[in-house]
């Protein structure tokens, strides 16, 4: 039996220098850890597309999706997260929650200071050594 692999991508939502971290709410997977919003890849979808429809989704913004981050790999028990981080340097529309219970701007520097879902820990240090000097 193959594992199956879902891949999922996140925004790194920059905003005068800070990055936004959303909140799992209760109902959700990974409850009440940080992460950066996203979802998952539909068939047939780019992985800036995907992004795209989900921060309209569950955010109701309108970003512009630009640099590749990173990917980390999560190992669940029936699956694999392969999780790839997206910079996006700005949006529209003003940001509504559906599936977070709050929202936090952080200077790139405090985000490891939160309580992260584990597969967005490697997304930060790629991004704080990539874009951060």
């Known amino acids: 039996m193959t594992m199956k692999t879902i891949d999922v991508v996140a925004a790194m939502i920059e905003h005068e220098g800070k990055l936004l971290l959303a ?19 539909e068939a047939g979808e780019s992985q800036p597309a995907a992004l795209m429809r989900e921060l309209q989704e569950e955010m109701g913004i309108a970003a512009t999706v630009e640099d590749f981050v990173a990917t980390s790999e999560l190992q669940q028990p029936a ?4 999780l790839h ?3 996006v340097s700005g949006f529209s529309g003003t940001l509504t929650l559906q599936c977070h219970s709050e929202i936090r701007w952080v200077s790139p520097a405090d985000v490891l200071s939160f ?11 790629a991004y704080l050594a990539k874009f951060v000097s």
Not at 23 to 41: C, I, M, N, Y
Not at 115 to 125: K, S, T, V
């Open 115 to 125: 309580d992260l879902a584990p597969a967005d820990i490697p997304l930060i240090e």
């Open 79 to 82: 699956r694999l997260i392969r």
């Open 23 to 41: 909140r799992r709410d209760a109902s959700s997977d990974q409850a009440g850890l940080w992460e950066f919003p996203g979802g998952k890849v």
């Open 85 to 87: 981080g997206w910079r």
